[in-house]
């Protein structure tokens, strides 16, 4: 069974920085793409960050220049290193690997992490 375990939220004031981790039980690790969603009390979930297969990486322009995904597929971990963060960025953070080889969608997510700012 494919589990991904993130890690590495908390609570931080504005301005500071934490990294997630999310480590994912998976053999065929490198060729999933990697995503960091998020999702506000009272707010629908929202993509954060992407990390391709080939290390292309895209961002949501609230994070832009603050947030950065990186992998490591030798230890089949993706992290979120988040700085100058901000109290809207409070959320819990959900790491999700997607693999689209048609007709099938492999889409996995883990239990996420609470990351709270506090002003």
């Known amino acids: 069974q494919v589990q991904l375990v993130e890690s590495g939220g908390g609570l931080v004031q504005a301005g500071g920085s934490l990294r997630l981790s999310c480590a994912a039980s998976?053999?065929?690790?490198?060729?999933?793409?990697m995503n960091w969603y998020r999702q506000a009390p009272g707010k629908e979930r929202e993509w954060v960050a992407n990390?391709?297969?080939?290390?292309?990486?895209n961002y949501a322009d609230s994070v832009k220049g603050r947030f950065t995904i990186s992998r490591d597929n030798a230890k089949c971990t993706v992290y979120l290193q988040m700085n100058s963060l901000k109290p809207e960025d409070t959320a819990v953070y959900y790491c999700?690997?997607?693999?689209?080889?048609?007709?099938?969608?492999?889409?996995?997510w883990g239990q996420g992490t609470q990351v709270t700012v506090s002003s």
């Open positions: 990390i391709n297969r080939g290390g292309s990486t």
């Open positions: 998976l053999s065929t690790f490198s060729i999933y793409a």
């Open positions: 999700n690997a997607n693999w689209v080889f048609a007709p099938t969608t492999y889409d996995y």
